[in-house]
């Protein structure tokens, strides 16, 4: 490398760092506040809606604190072909009868009605979708018709049972 090839370099490299101190100098002092966050697309976000709260905690059960008619409980190990998944497999309610779903396994699972993925109903009666491991969701029952629905989980659709409503 010729010498000035080696000041050109350097020249580069002290341009580069010129440019970094001169960059973090100015813009860096500069957090976003309310006065200096001046886009005409800045809009203040609407008040959180009471009502919208309420109507959620309604719907929201809480699994812990829900007395519950049935539990269905999804087994350890179920996660592996072959091994038990539900119990009961064939689990009974009242049409309106709250069912605890308990998931003892340490993997998410899901109770989703239909035959398996490829149904076009499936989820479309009933879905706890994903319960974490040892976690527990609630299914209610009081807007499905009575009869007898496959369900399966979607994590694993081979972890199948039916529920039956009366
Ligand atoms: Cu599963």
Same mark, same amino acid.
């Given at each position: 490398?010729?010498?000035?090839? =080696?000041i ?18 100015i ?18 976000l609407? !008040? @959180? ?13 809480? !699994? ?9 409980? /999804? ?8 091994? !038990?998944?539900y ?10 009868? /709250? ?17 398996? @993925? ?12 994903? /319960? ?11 807007? /499905? ?11 694993? @659709? ?5 529920? =039956?409503?009366?």
């Amino acid at each position: 490398m010729g010498l000035n090839e =080696k000041i050109i370099f350097l020249g580069i490299l002290g341009v580069g760092a010129l440019v970094g101190v001169v960059s973090y100098t100015i813009f860096s002092d500069l957090p976003p506040t309310p006065e200096n966050t001046k886009s005409i697309y800045r809009q203040d976000l609407p !008040p @959180p809606s009471t009502a919208q709260a309420s109507s959620k905690a309604e719907s929201k059960v809480d !699994p812990a604190t829900v007395k519950a008619d049935a539990t269905l409980t /999804i087994l350890e190990g179920a996660s592996t072909q072959g091994n !038990p998944a539900y119990d009961p497999k064939e689990l009974s309610v009242k049409k309106g009868n /709250i069912i605890k779903v308990e998931n003892a396994d340490s993997l998410p699972h899901t109770v989703t009605n239909g035959a398996g @993925p490829n149904d076009p109903n499936s989820a479309k009666t009933f879905d706890t979708s994903l /319960i974490m491991g040892g976690e527990a969701a609630i299914l209610q029952t009081e807007e /499905i018709d009575a009869g007898d629905y496959a369900y399966y989980c979607t994590v694993h @659709p081979y972890m199948t049972g039916t529920l =039956k409503i009366e």
